[in-house]
């Protein structure tokens, strides 16, 4: 069993940044693709970035490409997300997710590989 625990979300204005944590406890994470997801009300769930078990490959949502960073800091058993330039359409629920099938360079993108997943953080950007 994994559990991802999400923090560092809130409330925040346009064009403001946050920095999402995301720490896993029951395994370690250094052999798991990573990835953020997030939910806005009435939509669903939407890849936003991932990242392999090294941190060697990342990949975005075209949406977030250029604002947002993906890292991993497999020591703390953790995985982030840089959010800059926040937009009022950055708002949603933001999950971490973890695949523990993934090969070392894989990347993955589609959130039925994920087997397991946080609770879930608000990210509010307000205009």
């Known amino acids: 069993q994994v559990q991802l625990v999400e923090s560092g979300g809130g409330l925040v204005q346009a064009g403001g940044s946050l920095r999402l944590s995301c720490a896993a406890s029951?395994?370690?994470?250094?052999?798991?693709?990573m990835g953020w997801f997030r939910q806005a009300p009435g939509k669903e769930r939407e890849f936003v970035a991932a990242i392999s078990w090294g941190g060697g490959s990342t990949d975005y949502a075209d949406s977030v490409k250029g604002r947002f960073t993906i890292s991993r800091d497999n020591a703390k058993n953790t995985v982030y997300l840089q959010m800059n330039s926040l937009r009022p359409e950055d708002t949603a629920v933001y999950y971490c997710a973890a695949d523990t099938n993934a090969r070392p360079w894989q990347v993955t993108t589609s959130k039925d590989e994920y087997d397991y997943w946080g609770q879930g953080i608000q990210v509010t950007v307000s205009s």
């Open positions: 029951g395994r370690t994470i250094g052999s798991f693709a």
